[in-house]
């Protein structure tokens, strides 16, 4: 069996019991969730979440990319939330890489040029958190009285500390 249809079976039991339909658009909690798509991290469970709660939002080192802006636009925007969390991790794999690493391995492998692509790799965990909370915070379209706070996650203990200076 293939992982998808693997899913696919676990997802036929998964909705044979549930029991979590009528909820409403809006978080119930009023929060938007940044971080990284890593496997290893569980927001849901390691913040306390709910079905409904939270708009989470994850990328390759929970970057503030143009896209992430987008979607906490619309997040505070139209669906009103109002508070932001950053959230990078111990262990991270783009602290291992750098966007010429990544451009050359491309090239090298599908004889494509990905030179105007920016991977947004880091090599300082707390400043990665302290650009993406800054950047957040430099939207116009983002409501300035939305709190952005920046945490890391350190993927042996499950413990979220936050980081100096990631507070606007
Ligand atoms: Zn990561």
């Known amino acids: 069996m293939s992982t998808t249809d693997a899913l696919l079976q676990n997802n036929r039991r998964y909705a044979a019991t549930f029991d979590q339909s009528g909820k409403p658009m809006p978080p119930a909690r009023n929060v938007a ?68 690493e990544v451009h050359n391995k491309l090239a090298a492998e599908t004889g494509a040029d990905a030179s105007d692509i920016d991977f947004l790799p880091f090599s300082d965990l707390e400043e990665s958190v302290r650009d993406d909370v800054r950047r957040i915070r430099q939207s116009p379209f983002i409501p300035a009285n939305i709190p952005v706070t920046g945490y890391i996650y350190d993927v042996d203990t499950g413990a979220l500390t936050p980081v100096d200076g990631a507070a606007v």
């Open 33 to 100: 969730i940044l971080t990284c798509m890593d496997a290893r991290l569980h927001p849901e469970r390691f913040l306390g979440l709910e079905i409904g709660d939270a708009h989470v939002i994850r990328n390759a080192g929970g970057r503030a990319s143009d896209d992430v802006l987008r979607s906490l636009i619309i997040s505070s925007q139209l669906l009103g939330t109002r508070e932001y969390l950053v959230i990078h991790h111990s262990d991270c794999g783009m602290l291992t890489l750098s966007n010429d």
